[in-house]
């Protein structure tokens, strides 16, 4: 299937993702509206996403982002990104009341909720399943860029599992479009700032190792963050650094989003399917990347996730 064949007459296209938007999301959303005002002109077209992080302002057209929902009636509307509907509001009304919806995704909890599903459970990223929707000839420099910033992000620069052969070819034409990859890598992935330092150090200084050091978690409580001033949109990379310890298998980070609420982000190098668990708490994600919403003590939630990995029983009893 190929974007064209989705489309017909369309004069009005939204363009959504899910809360808390990571480079994936930015980068599928931001490649789909740029490509289509670079070859339909005539269409109006709107992205709608929350605020997204600094290090994702150097992608072209990021300032026209829409940040409230429009009381319009779009004759298409894509969903990319997103395994279910209630993780796009406040949009999720733009989607309700659209002609037709469509939803472009990859990961394997995807629920079936748009008019068009195109989910690909074995794709690097949802830009990787979007590229393969695309022209490539009709895909210019500054679409490259955001595909290129998403299948980084969701591949942990091509060192995670999810990263096929076919994700290298896509990544090597995106390449030949004359995009600074090298500085994408470091702007939009390793570069943090002095205050970003400090809070990985107090989560890794503050870090738990638990089921004989095999799994370890962090928590940032709401006192921390506003001590530090900072909110989720700069804690990006914290569980990465967590599941870099020596004989750890399983990470675990979360950090306060409300009263007994805690944002959980959940990563794995080879035994312990993460997803499982993720979904088991209505969340979602990857075998080896994954996140949901907790409910409870930070204690509590931590027992819970040890259960359902001694439940998979890789290390024996």
């Known amino acids: 299937m190929k974007l064209t ?100 995704d990859h990961h394997i909890s995807n629920l079936d909720y748009a008019d068009v599903r195109i989910v690909e459970e074995n794709a690097s990223s949802t830009c990787e399943v979007l590229y393969k929707l695309l022209d490539e000839e009709k895909v210019s420099k500054a679409v490259a860029e955001c595909i290129y910033t ?13 990263t096929s ?41 503050e870090s738990v190792m638990f089921y004989n050091g095999k799994c370890i978690f962090s928590a940032i409580s709401q006192e921390v963050l506003d001590f530090y001033g900072v909110t989720g949109k700069e804690l990006g990379g914290i569980v990465e650094q967590l599941r870099l310890t020596e004989g750890v298998d399983v990470a675990i980070f979360m950090y306060q989003t409300g009263e007994n609420e805690y944002k959980v982000s959940l990563r794995s190098k080879k035994d312990i399917d993460v997803a499982q668990i993720a979904v088991y708490f209505g969340g979602g994600g990857h075998v080896r990347a ?28």
């Open 290 to 317: 994954a996140g949901f919403t907790g409910v409870g003590k930070v204690h509590h939630i931590i027992n819970a996730i040890g259960e359902l990995i001694e439940k998979q029983n890789k290390w024996g009893s």
């Open 5 to 104: 064949d989705l489309l017909e007459n369309e004069k009005c296209i939204g363009i959504t993702g899910h809360i808390r938007p990571d480079g994936d999301c930015i980068g599928s959303t931001l490649g789909l509206y740029n490509y289509l005002t670079e070859n339909m002109p005539s269409v109006d077209v709107f992205l709608f996403l929350e605020e997204v992080g600094e290090e994702f302002k150097f992608l072209c057209n990021v300032d026209k982002i829409q940040h409230q929902p429009l009381d319009l009636k779009f004759d298409i509307f894509f969903v990319l990104d997103c395994s279910s509907i209630d993780r796009i509001e406040p949009f999720e009304t733009c989607f309700i009341n659209a002609k037709k919806t469509v939803c472009i």
């Open 150 to 162: 998403g299948i980084i992000h969701d591949t942990g620069v091509f060192k995670y599992s999810c």
């Open 165 to 205: 052969a076919l994700t290298m070819q896509i990544a090597g034409k995106l390449m030949d479009k004359g995009i600074d990859y090298p500085q994408i890598i470091d702007e939009s992935f390793y570069k943090k700032t002095y205050i970003q330092n400090q809070i990985l150090g107090r989560a890794l200084l």
